[in-house]
Structures are given as structure tokens and as C-alpha cells.
């Protein structure tokens, strides 16, 4: 297995501070230190992700545009010569941030829109606004120019009153790409909403193509992992190049650690690459957009 494929895509914390009190995010089990990754951190692992042709998204426990030295985050990626964007959930588009976002100048945008009832969204997001969350989103669609490179994420839960096909009439309407993911437990930590169903994970195919970096260069085995249990490398000691090599090593044997046990991550039964390493972008591209059309299906 080429060792490029452990960091096919790639999340990086930059910080897993966040001000949102989601209903669907299980940050009081955070016990994870906090705090902001370092810029010379940074500028290390985007310049060897860069070598790899990784595709980089800002995310993880946090709000990434929470991260003080923004210009310095800005500068550093704008010179990385990787493929990156962030995600942000839909009531941090506030202006200042929407700011923020068009001096990072990323490529993609993964915005958390759970849904479009006024009454569910209020409840997932609690003392939020639909309607407010809408107009800052026409808000950052204006900034940016267009609606290009903008994806909204609508994760179904149970009690979820709007149908699927409601919810892509929507948005096509609007002009935006969606993604509707079925909520799951985030690694056994959240419970009532979940519509997927736990099975037994052997060998992880999204362990086996995409990585987590906390905002410490910790790779995790698992995004889900709030403890810091699943520590694969420690990105500040090795490079990308042997934190590739360990995770190999380990989908050589059913998965090692407890919370792979009742996994209910619908990616994570995305079949082991079978193939070379895409050797451009655009295949890159057409790749992860085949995985993600597995994931939903």
C-alpha cells in the first residue's frame, strides 16, 4: 500500500476551542487539552502534505477561525501549495468570520446546515435562527463571488421533521451542492440521534485514506477519539512519512483499540485502496468524490 494513501485527505485542528453549543456534538465528553495548534507546527506538516498531494480540510473539536495569529494561518497556507478549506457550522457565519474566510481564500467550504426546519434547527443549535443563518449565508455566497466551492452538510438526525428529498430541493434551488449524512454516535459518545447502526470495524477504510491531526500533531486513529487514546504519531517527532508507515502496519490486524468496536461511522466501511495512487489533482478529485458517494448510499 502506498504510503500516500494514509493521508489521502486530511483533517487538521487548528484548534478545539469552539464558542457553538451543538446539540449533535459531544464536547462535554471532550477531556482532550485545548488549545491552538503552532504556526510552525503548521507550516511543517502542510509543506510535507503538500509533497504528498493531500486534499486539507480545517476542522475537528473546534472552530478553526477561533485560531489567534489568522494573518500568520493565512499566509502559511496561501504558500503550502495544498488543496485546503474548512468546515463551519452555520451560525459562526457571523460577518467577522466571514472576513476570515475570504482571507484564507480556501477552495472548498463545508458548511453544517442540519436542517431546514426553523423549529428542528433552533433545537440543534439552541438560541439560533434559521432565517439569520440563511442571510449569512447569502452573505458569505456574496463575499466570495459565487457559490463555487461552497458545500452544505445536512446531517439527518431522528427527529428530523424535513424529508431528504425536501432538504435537496432546497438547496438545488439556492444553487448550493449538499451532502445529507446520517447522524452517528461519534464514536459511542452521543446517544438519541443517531440513525446508523453499530457494526464490528476489522480493517477501516477511512483510517486506511484519511487521517486526524489534532491541533497538538497528534495523528489520531479516529477524529471521534475525545480522549487522545488513539495516538498513531506524534507529527512534533516523526514525519508524515513514518506516521504512513505505523498506520499501515496496523491494517495489517483487525483494528486495536475499543471505540473501532461498535463503530457506526458510515465511512468506515469504505473498501481498502485497491488501486495506485491518483497522480493528479483532478484524479484525486474523482476519486473522493466516488467515496463519498459510497458513503451516503
Known sequence: MDKRWPFFTVDV???????????????????????????QLLHSIMRQLAEIGSRVTFCGMGNPLLHPQWAEICTICHASGVKYGLTIQAPALIEANISKICELRPAFIEVSFPSIDSGHFARIYPGENLASSLNSLNRLVAARGSARGIIITAVRTTDDPTEPAETLAFWQQKGLLVRIQQCHSRGGNLHGQTTTEARRITS??????????????????????????????DLRQLS????????????????????CANCDEPAAIRPLPDRPFPATEKARSRYLKRLCASDQS
Open 13 to 39: 485542528e487548528l484548534t478545539n476551542i469552539c464558542e457553538q453549543n451543538c446539540r449533535f456534538c459531544p464536547r462535554e465528553k471532550l477531556t482532550r487539552p485545548s488549545g491552538f495548534i503552532d504556526t
Open 240 to 259: 508524515l512519512d513514518q506516521a504512513a508507515a505505523a498506520k499501515i502496519e496496523i491494517l495489517q490486524k483487525p483494528m486495536p483499540w475499543p471505540i
Open 204 to 233: 477501516c477504510g477511512l483510517f486506511a485514506t484519511h487521517s486526524f491531526i489534532t491541533w497538538q500533531g497528534l495523528l489520531l486513529a479516529c477524529c471521534h477519539d475525545l480522549a487522545g487514546a488513539t495516538a498513531v504519531a
